[in-house]
């Protein structure tokens, strides 16, 4: 559905004096002219960052301890996942038990009400800017992958034994570094002219040093995956499952115990002195919502992976503005945050 803009061009009389827009709860049907929206409550969407990795072992990979002091390589190609970070935001959705109907009048000011795709409403009365272009993602060209082969000397290709071999790339390796050491001390027998030559000379030695490494280390390729789940928090919660991560399967559901769990907290900060009231507040104007805080924290074991305060609509009120805002002798214009429905910023412009 597309932005909804809604422009009622209502009758215009000479004799009236300033009546008021008036608004109901609820979907009305039948001749009643008028636009229908809804305010929008929070869920908290919870981004996981995770990355498959797929190690391939290197040719040498046996020898990585002893000549390069490389611990801990395996020989043996593996799969697996890792966790990158977990991030979370509050979105807004419709809420279906805050949905109302402004009623347009005849002596009402006509306004130009801008709903969001999914019916929460987003302003009244303001310009509409023009639409801004998406730019074009920019093209990712890989890398060409560097052959390690291709820097080996004669000595070190014509040796009779992989232990040999691996023997004089590791020299190799170590000659590396200290060419690299005597260029950034300006100790090297050439030194470059200028900085920007200096620069392509590290950064040739840089990958050299890598390819031949990688023949001990072995070669991670990484694919990045991003993975969301939303959260209804309708209370405050205390150590619920939020998602559960397995290095072998990545982000599983909460209930899959193939995972280590993740957990997530909700503690409502009380930001908002919010008043007890008898039954149903009486619609009394345009609705808009003042959201409350939460304190949100996500925790696997003792390690804290995310705490922040994030802007809740369940733990805030709802509030409404003056019907006179909206009468014959003023243009109000209003923004409202469409994920908390607040308010953003009101002008009142007295007509002459």
């Known amino acids: 559905m597309k932005k909804l803009m809604i422009l009622t061009e209502l009758l215009m009389i000479t004799s009236v004096a300033s009546a008021q827009t008036e608004v ?62 977990v991030k979370a935001k509050s979105v807004g959705v419709p809420d279906s038990e805050n949905v109302y109907f402004v009623k347009m009048k005849d002596r009402t000011v006509a306004p130009l009400i801008e709903l969001t795709e999914d019916g929460i409403i987003k302003s009244i009365n303001m310009p509409l800017g023009p639409k801004k ?9 890989a890398k060409k992958k560097v052959n390690a082969r291709d820097f080996l000397t004669e000595e070190i290709l014509m040796a009779n034994s992989s232990a040999k071999m691996a023997e004089l790339i590791a020299k190799e390796i170590y000659n590396i570094r200290e ?7 300006g100790q090297a027998e050439n030194m470059p002219k200028d900085g920007e030559q200096l620069k392509l000379m590290l950064n040739s030695l840089d990958e050299q040093e890598t390819a031949m490494t990688e023949m001990f280390s072995g070669v991670k390729n ?3 995956k991003i993975f969301t789940i939303r959260i209804d928090p309708a209370k405050e919660l205390t150590d ?7 290095k072998k399967l990545g982000v599983v559901a909460n209930n899959d115990l193939a995972g280590v769990p993740v957990y997530i907290s909700l503690k409502d ?22 959201p409350g805080k939460a304190l949100v924290t996500l925790t696997e074991g003792k390690t804290k992976l995310f705490e922040d305060e994030l802007p809740v609509t369940q733990f805030g009120t709802i509030e409404y503005l003056a019907p ?5 002798k003023a243009t109000t214009k209003v ?18």
């Open 269 to 290: 900060v009380k930001t908002l002195n919010v008043p007890q009231e008898d039954g149903k507040k009486k619609v009394e104007g345009i609705a808009y919502n003042v």
């Open 24 to 85: 109901l709860t609820g979907v009305t049907r039948g001749k009643d002219f008028g636009v229908t929206y809804a305010l929008p409550k929070t869920q908290i969407e919870v981004e996981v960052k995770a990355n498959k990795v797929n190690y391939t072992p290197g040719e040498f990979s046996k020898y990585a301890d002893r000549y390069l002091r490389l611990n801990n390589v395996s020989a043996d190609p593996e799969e697996y996942w890792e966790l990158v970070s």
């Open 179 to 185: 060419s690299k050491n005597a260029l950034v001390r």
């Open 324 to 328: 006179a805002l909206f009468n014959k």
């Open 222 to 224: 990484k694919e990045e």
């Open 133 to 141: 272009a998406t730019p074009a993602p920019t093209p990712i060209v």
């Open 335 to 352: 923004s409202f945050n469409p994920v908390t429905g607040g308010l953003i910023k009101v002008d009142r412009e007295e007509e002459n």
């Open 240 to 246: 619920e499952v939020a998602f559960r991560f397995s």
